[in-house]
């Protein structure tokens, strides 16, 4: 069964600092990662895309890695601000499926 | 440019009412469409998806139902909506024929059922 884990579930830190959240997956065969932002209230926006071949992605402050050999993935966000409070989705697709998987999320809150 | 819309944007309905969710694109033709659930503090949980006209697939037993009776426009429906119901309502598209091409999200309608 395709699985996305995202870890940790939840994440408070103070404006400035640096984070990153993980993304686990074991969805076969693999086509590529996306890592999505959620405002509360809104509907996802995607932030990066990876594909097999692609290990670093970067978005403005925002950073994503890809081990497809240990199916990991990250994202690194820099120099944080108010702004960047919001749940971080993980999603992660299959070849040949008009389905991906989604992760459940970190909950992202920076405070001041 | 492709843009996605959805209404209303929010909805407070007694339990055993209808219910009706409007989703439609703007931009593209032939998309693949999506309905999605969000309850609070969790992940998102598809519904029904559709790669065309009339096609609908179902991915989790409920008293919903969807149905596409144009190219861009999906429909959510219920006959009578349980407290179970409530969430928050996800419409996405998707590129016709392309497995694995990003999802678009509409705004999301936020469902209360009292």
């Known amino acids: 069964k395709n699985q996305v884990e995202q870890s940790p579930q939840s994440l408070i830190i103070l404006e400035g600092k640096n984070c990153t959240l993980q993304?686990?997956?074991?969805?076969?065969?693999?086509?590529?990662l996306r890592w999505y932002k959620q405002d509360t209230g809104r509907g996802p926006v995607s932030l990066t895309i990876m594909t097999f071949s692609e290990n670093t992605k970067s978005n403005g402050r925002y950073t994503a890695t890809l081990d497809a050999d240990t199916k990991q993935s990250s994202l690194h966000i820099t120099a944080s601000q108010l702004s960047d409070s919001a749940s971080y989705i993980c999603?992660?697709?299959?070849?040949?499926?008009?389905?991906?998987?989604f992760g459940r999320g970190t909950s992202l809150i920076v405070h001041p | 440019s492709q843009t996605i819309h959805q209404w209303p944007a929010t909805l407070v309905q007694p339990v055993g009412s209808p219910l009706s969710l409007e989703c439609t694109v703007e931009?593209?033709?032939?998309?693949?469409l999506y309905w999605y659930r969000q309850a609070a503090g969790r992940g998102l949980q598809l519904l029904f998806y559709s790669v065309g006209i009339g096609q609908i697939s179902s991915e989790v037993p409920q008293n919903l139902s969807a149905s596409r009776p144009q190219d861009r426009q999906f429909i959510l429906s219920s006959k009578k909506l349980l407290l179970s119901d409530s969430g928050f309502y996800l419409c996405a598209w998707s590129v016709k024929g392309a497995t694995g091409s990003e999802q678009y999200f509409g705004p999301g309608t936020r469902l209360t059922v009292t």
């Open positions: 999603v992660v697709s299959s070849g040949g499926s008009y389905i991906p998987t």
């Open positions: 993304c686990n997956y074991t969805v076969s065969p693999f086509s590529n």
């Open positions: 931009g593209t033709s032939n998309p693949n």
